[in-house]
């Protein structure tokens, strides 16, 4: 699977948008992004995927570059329940396969 | 939307103790299941892949004899921590996917945080 590069923290004012990006340059034809995000003692949450199109959802939407290297997740209004840490992961998909490979993620706070 | 149950959220128990930590999909069936283990502020490491009706396949340097894995059922894998000592304190989170749509997520449960004393 690709890898991904993320930056280790960012932080956002309550209201405003979040926008995190991730680098995924070695990325395959097949490999679809997904985002998940982790609150504190809690199981990852998924957040949305995608594999060349940009996706919106009720959580947040993903714009992906045209040549795939890298994505952006934007949270439109964040809260202080967005504060957690944001996993970026490339896999592919097929059958039961795709297991997610965690990386460090980003380690967003949203202050008031 | 899709739910994974994890059973018990929290354990603590005396060194040697086997311990059992059940995930349940519970509004989908799951030909796979996966089970994750996080140690305080690291990310989460894929300890082994649940297969319903066959053998875990495990991740390199994951004991086999350890973590004993089961799924014997379209919703459930259970996870038996065996003869568990103070290093194998950590977070435990197994996570499904919904076998009859595809292209869907995999979803996570909750977590199992357990403390060998």
């Known amino acids: 699977d690709a890898k991904t590069t993320q930056p280790p923290s960012m932080d956002c004012a309550e209201g405003r948008a979040a926008n995190l990006p991730c680098n995924h340059s070695?990325?395959?034809?097949?490999?679809?992004v997904y985002w998940y995000r982790q609150i504190h003692s809690q199981g990852p949450q998924y957040i949305i995927h995608?594999?060349?199109n940009n996706e919106t959802n009720e959580m947040a939407s993903l714009i992906i570059t045209e040549d795939r290297k890298s994505s952006t997740l934007i949270l439109p209004h964040a809260t202080l329940r967005d504060t957690a840490v944001y996993y970026c992961?490339?896999?592919?998909?097929?059958?039961?396969?795709?297991?997610?490979?965690f990386g460090k993620g980003t380690k967003l706070s949203v202050k008031p | 939307g899709a739910v994974v149950s994890q059973h018990p959220s929290w354990v603590i128990c005396k060194s040697g103790t086997s311990v059992k930590i059940e995930c349940r999909s519970l509004?989908?069936?799951?030909?796979?299941m996966f089970w994750y283990r996080q140690f305080p502020k690291q990310s989460l490491m894929l300890m082994a892949t649940?297969?319903?009706?066959?053998?875990?396949?495990?991740e390199q340097g994951v004991e086999k004899d350890k973590f004993l894995i089961n799924h014997a059922s379209l919703t459930l894998s259970t996870l038996t921590v065996t003869s568990a000592h103070p290093e194998d304190s950590s977070f435990y989170i197994c996570?499904?996917?919904?076998?009859?749509?595809?292209?869907?997520?995999?979803?996570f449960g909750d977590g199992t945080r357990l403390s060998i004393l």
């Open positions: 996570s499904a996917r919904d076998a009859g749509r595809g292209n869907q997520p995999q979803h």
């Open positions: 070695t990325i395959s034809g097949n490999e679809y």
């Open positions: 995608g594999l060349k």
């Open positions: 992961i490339v896999t592919t998909y097929g059958g039961s396969q795709g297991n997610l490979i």
């Open positions: 509004d989908f069936q799951a030909t796979t």
């Open positions: 649940s297969n319903e009706g066959s053998k875990a396949t495990y």
